[in-house]
């Protein structure tokens, strides 16, 4: 994410680039226009003038994490293995600066703290990210078959492992210091690699296609 001195940001990039930052520190619900206009030294009409409403900020909040999701997706050519190109994508993930961090705790929050918009959302800029995971997901062998259910409960324990190592590095650096924190990086990354990779070779847990 581009810092918010940049003189090479526009207003509107600003905005959203502060915007990210308080919706990934405090949730959608924790956040007022007001606030984000404050931290940035302009008035909730100026906010407003831009983007119109809180929602519309954090779907262009969302929208950009999306957009960033993609460019890090390995290409076809990347490897002739289907289990390894996908299992690079998730690497790639965890592997990102650690700044990239507060990208992470708004998915989560996204999928975890959304239960009053959920009601009456009518656009899920996740959802192409979801869709594509899901193609990449039945281009395993193993996995072409698999009902849609089956693997979106897949890709939630994935995600899940993506989502909690990047909001617990802050905490367990407070506890135990920035090298072993560096150290439990490179293991967990490597432990994550196997773990996706022995699911996507095993296939669909035996007995869940069809009930």
């Avoid at 940035?40 to 262009?60: D, I, N, P, S, V």
């Avoid at 367990?172 to 432990?191: K, N, S």
Wanted: glycine share 8%.
């Amino acid at each position: 994410m581009n810092s918010l001195s940049s003189p090479s940001l526009t207003t509107r990039e600003r905005i959203v680039a502060e915007a990210r930052t308080l919706f990934a520190e405090r949730g959608f619900y924790g956040v007022s226009i007001a606030q984000i206009a404050a931290e940035m030294g302009l008035t909730k009409q100026a906010l407003l003038h831009h983007f119109g409403t809180k929602e519309k900020l954090y779907g262009c909040v969302l929208e950009e994490i999306a957009n960033e999701l993609a460019t890090i997706r390995p290409t076809e050519d990347a490897s002739h293995d289907p289990v390894e190109r996908l299992a690079d994508y998730f690497v790639a993930m965890l592997a990102g600066d650690p700044g990239e961090n507060e990208r992470y705790r708004l998915l989560m929050r996204e999928i975890l703290d959304n239960r009053g918009r959920a009601k009456n959302a009518h656009h899920w800029f996740l959802r192409p990210f979801l869709e594509e995971l899901t193609r990449l997901m039945r281009k395993v062998p193993s996995w072409s078959e698999a009902p849609e259910e089956i693997i979106l409960a897949a890709l939630i324990q994935i995600l899940g492992a993506v989502n909690y190592h990047a909001v617990s590095r802050p905490t367990f650096g407070a506890i135990f210091g920035g090298e072993v924190v560096g150290a439990v990086d490179g293991i967990f990354i490597a432990q994550f690699r196997r773990l996706i990779e022995a699911v996507l070779r095993a296939g669909p847990v035996q007995g869940a296609i069809g009930g």
